[in-house]
């Protein structure tokens, strides 16, 4: 069947990537689909004054952004290669359940921290219009004094506007530390989100339209998926209002008290989120009632149809069916006008039905 | 289909209007459309014996009031002018990102405190009843210690009581401050919801009755669109309600402890509001149930009458069927009473039926 | 339609009173409609040994009861007179929000301490039972050091039994302050909930009676205004638990420490009331179900009586009009026991359907 | 109707017994039915040593225990003798406020405490099997140092294991005080329900069987009956959780600390309880989509017969149709294999509407 | 009927073992099936560098690993020989009331700390495909200073991924103390959760793609009982997350600082686990609206064939009718081409009901 070729499975959102079972914790084995062929490590090392990037460059040539005093994001794209990961995560200090974490695509969003670093784990959503499916990108960030660390499945992100005004130097952003630089790109992971809420509420305005004039059961499995598609939506960016409710209170060092204000704002942000997602959820159910009545009332339409044209021509048939009988003695048969008076008779029932249905608004 | 350009869409109300990405925090960009073609300043300036009101002025003169000892309520009418609004927000000393948030008409309400000055977020909806849409506008409440900054999408508000009472000098309010003021000017708001849901309950009963008289799908629809509004309404008053909690918990300088009172009784009334509001959703998913069961009921009725008509004619159909066959042995056709006899039949058989429907409560 | 003149619209219950928009705070309005031509004003005064009724006084004739070191209970019918009411708040030193709640019969329930009163608004509710619909009635009482001050919309109550235990110095009442006088009104009123409980409990029994032998949109739509009410009640109880929670939590000095057992013992009851109509809510949704099922039901047992007669006389109908054919040629027509065999392969025919539609169990 | 007289009907569970409106509080009232002719009193008194039964007991007899140091279990049957309750308030010291609670039969659970005695009130359900209803008996224990007071409605309970333990010396409870003495009947109470929640769980088991294979409007009733029977095991069970959490986080100086872990037992017990109701709860729920689907399946059937057999005659009866009529140029009436040619087409349309529908599954 | 051999009764796995009632609690009673013919006793006793495995042992070979400084794990299979249990107890000091709950198998999961040892009760679930029906195990684990001490209903278990690393010393295991290893053991469980959420998304995924192209009131039982196993598993895995919570915050003694970090990843896999089941359960909600649906559009299918064929020939039937009538005065009957041009009108009808039904897209 080539609709289940077209859509996305619901239940393929919710579920994880097949764990290891048994296996020590901590050990680091990557689970997920494999997005890109070798990983890519690049750089951009900035302070207020100095801005270098790096592109493709090997693991050594990062060592020495550690040490230094100037703000360094360091970004890998790609996870499959678990010994660099290993090597990085010695090399940066990371814990191995973090790095554990990190390489389970499909882990909730959360935010961890440890003696002197964090975790952030949030996850970057598409949606492809053409198949109206939601893929996700797990970005996991690790906050250290004066290094930003993410890991992305793939190349490719939100990020671009933050890279750019790193380079112009716009706003505050090159003053600041490496904690504002998380809170931007958490910022803009949050701000994508609405570009999904936006594409989803076409999509249900659309259905919805569809519905009413051509309901279909192809229709209602499309709202189902869509149901789903929000239900996933809720269940990850729950977490993350978690995460940066964490953020806002937690005494972090690592977060400077003038980083709050933003802290606050993203905080209303994915309140704003989440609220869109519950009243998208809440009109989405309302979409199975239309549904169902559009249904309901094809029926009734269909059955208009049928009552209408059996009500007018069974009594009419009976009426033919009586001078049809062969018996010999049968008056009106004989009569000269019998026959048009038949026809008027018919006339009459017919007109009088149609007169009943009319008055009924049936047609 | 016209139904459609004369209804608002649901996911309309929840959408947020389009953001910027990747840009930085606190950048002034006018989120929302242009409701009016240049802003005008106006403001009243009043203390217990003084009563000034200057409209369509230069933003030069309001800086006067910003060290008077009087009190000014200063209000704009139209945002989209970023470049004014940022000279505005550096004259008072208003915080960026609280700029931001004043811009951004989607913002949902909320109640924020800077160092010296405080800023609240409301909405104040208006009912079109001709297209039975919401629409809501974003109003923006600064307090500072001696003044009121409002920055409201477009001219018409719902405040000319309170002009009226600052100019007749009726009631309380040119004793008190600028806290006072700005608690009026948030009841009046509130004090418009209760119009709404006249409104809106109105609409519920009319709903009602026509569900019952002459279902439709497009009266489902209107009901699903009623709901969607109050799903709004409910997200629109819910922060409201903690915005309220968090003036009168909040042991802000900038509100007199006289004002608590005050703030106690619109609390009272947001409360009252939000609970009008469930009881409306939890109505209006019965209404659902009221229509499916209306539209069964229809679909029932005529299933009755074409059972009913089928049910006498088939058989008195069969019976002239009989003897308008052509054996050339059928006793029955020569018998002289034979006609006769079989109208008896056929009388006999559909008042039999007609007996059996009545007893059934059919018709 | 009468069907609605009959009947409580579910809206009218939840909708406030038009609000006044823009009035100053505090501002002495009669909300509701006037249900008393002109207010009464009665009291009662005790103690131990004293007891003393006077009925439709002057305000003059209470002020003497304000400093007394009895008991007094003084009660107003009536709330349209504003400036009496006026008069009264200055005599006994209330507040003028508080005197604003009592007048706005739409309040919900609430309980409010001053320096040395406390406000508590609770609803009284009656059963009309010949039109099924409830009506409410906001009753005011101002508890001071020594006195009680209520205000009902009209004359009528729930408070005999009091008035008759204050006379007759039966139980505690009498050696007690006008705490434990609050607590037995509202005692009383919360009693005569179980009454309309009780009331609501017969309807919902009858309508489940009805709604499964003779289902009806009507029985349906009667439903839909009992969860109406329902709804109701528990937006008029909800307020009244926390009322109680405060009262018994609060360390109002005006409550003495021994009534505090009482009040325990009425929170008790408010909960017991709230459980039972959450108890009925949950039932009235599954009355929408068996109605549901009912509908369905009749459709099928439609349904049966047209498939069988359908399917009986169709094909006996056909095989009448295969010998009513006119071909020169039809052996049949001329064999001597035609017209009994055709006869006899009718009956075969139809008793086999029914045979067929016996077993299916369709009748 | 037998339906009615069989079934309990589901708001006599959550109907409260009638209130008495505006007596004193504290008036020692019988509310519920008298279910004994007389109340009966009998005690146990123990310590490790000693056992001692006596049954059908004067008050009087019963007043030594008060002071004894061993423990006593005095139990009353039958609640309505009202002078007797009073009377035995009045001897063992209990509040008038709590004898009315233990009178009240329609009181919900609860437990409270006083100066030197605690009250715990709870219900034993009994599942009369063949009229498929629940039965409630109020149980209330008093608390003191050294004694136990049950008061039960009528004799009969499900405390023979706790006598048996008690006779039998088996297990630490003659070792141990009154506080362990409550713990064990309120744990045997609680064992009971688990009895209950089997017998419902067969009932679900049975009703899912019959609802598929024979849908009826009863099924659904009973199932809308077991449902209110399952919200009155939740409204009865789950203050009962409250109070075994007050019972084991209180600090009653009256239960041992070494009581506790057996509490802490009891309350595992009871949310296991409240568990199963839930799951129960959300099953039968399950059960009318069951029952609803079976119907639509049921009614698609009966129109894929009626289909059928209208698709299949009717043309067949047209082509008769054709052939009777009395055209007197009908040149196929003339041919000599016309009859049997027209047989031929019937069969080719019968079989061609057979094969069609074959081919939807219809059949 | 064959259906209800096959699958599991959704109540079956909510219903406890049943209960002892009256027994004294700490009464040692196998409640369950008895599931291994005799229980079978094994260690691991290991160190940093010791590693010994003893399978099928008595009692007493258990007894000298309780002093020893090296960790030891004590396994049995088999729970019904009360016995033997009551002498391991009493030799290993384990609390009476513990030891009832490892042998009562319809226990919910639970933490719970004694002086110098804990108790924590599990499910291991496993999901048999082929009868699609969830098996739960109970595993009650105790741990003291330096042993675990496992109780399984049967052998097999899903831990032999935790032998072999402490047979290969790979990981931390060898290193670390019995907290770690209950810890390990505890992971394992909710791994193995994993592994029936796959197969049971496996057959949602089925089920979705079945109702939409076949739906059957059977498949609907499914979807029915699926929903139980999935209430089923929140019910299980509830506790689970509130038992690993309780074992993060408690600041018990046995737990090492350092195994802290494990075990909130531990309790970020169970809210993984749980998330998962609450998005399948609202899947499963959804099912029932699209198997609901699709009945819908398959009774208009069938409708519309029957409205078609009826309304088609109905009218030619009563065409054929009026002709077959035998008036003598019929002039149509002798007009030449008669016959014909009935046909044409006849035609004509035909392929005018064809276009409208085309029209209205019915076919």
């Given at each position: 069947m080539k609709l289940f070729t077209q859509i996305q499975t619901v239940t393929s959102l919710f579920r994880s990537p097949p764990k290891k079972i048994?296996?020590?914790?901590?050990?680091l084995i990557h689970v997920g689909?494999?997005?890109?062929e070798r990983p890519i490590l690049s750089y951009i090392d900035y302070s207020e004054d100095k801005y270098e990037v790096n592109k493709d460059i090997l693991l050594a040539e990062c060592l020495?952004?550690?040490?230094?005093s100037t703000v360094s994001w360091i970004n890998m794209d790609g996870l499959h290669d678990v010994e660099l990961l290993d090597a990085f995560g010695k090399a940066f200090d990371l814990h191995p359940l973090a790095l554990e974490d990190v390489l389970n695509?499909?882990?909730p969003p959360k935010f961890e921290e440890f003696d002197d670093s964090a975790l952030i784990i949030t996850k970057m959503l598409y949606f492809?219009?053409?198949?109206s499916r939601i893929d996700a990108e797990q970005i996991s960030l690790f906050l250290t004094r004066n290094n930003v660390l993410s890991f992305q499945e793939r190349p490719g992100d939100v990020f671009d506007g933050v890279r750019e005004r790193l380079r112009r130097k716009s706003g505050r952003i090159r003053q600041r530390g490496a904690d504002y630089l998380v809170y931007t790109l958490v910022d803009s992971v949050v701000d994508s989100y609405f570009h999904i809420l936006e594409k989803i509420g076409d999509r249900i305005d659309q259905l919805e339209a569809e519905l009413i004039t051509q309901p279909s059961p192809e229709l209602l499995q499309q709202v189902h998926q869509m149901k789903g598609q929000l239900i996933f939506l809720r269940k990850t960016i729950w977490p993350m209002r978690e995460q940066v409710a964490a953020l806002l209170h937690?005494?972090?060092?690592?977060?400077?008290?003038?980083t709050n204000i933003f802290l606050r704002d993203l905080y209303d942000h994915t309140i704003q989120v989440l609220d869109t997602v519950e009243s998208f959820r809440e009109t989405a159910s309302g979409l199975v009632d239309l549904y169902m009545s559009s249904v309901s009332q094809k029926t009734n339409e269909i059955m208009q149809v049928l009552t209408i044209m059996a009500s007018i021509f069974i009594p009419l048939t009976f009426i033919a069916g009586i001078y049809g009988?062969?018996?010999?003695?049968?008056?009106e048969l004989k009569w000269r006008y019998g026959y048009p008076m038949v026809w008027g008779l018919m006339l009459l029932c017919g007109v009088g039905m149609l007169w009943y249905f009319k008055r009924k608004k049936w047609f």
């Open positions: 048994g296996l020590p914790p901590g050990s689909e494999q997005k890109v020495p952004l550690r040490e230094s695509t499909g882990h492809d219009e053409e198949q937690g005494e972090s060092s690592l977060f400077a008290e003038s009988m062969n018996f010999e003695l049968m008056p």
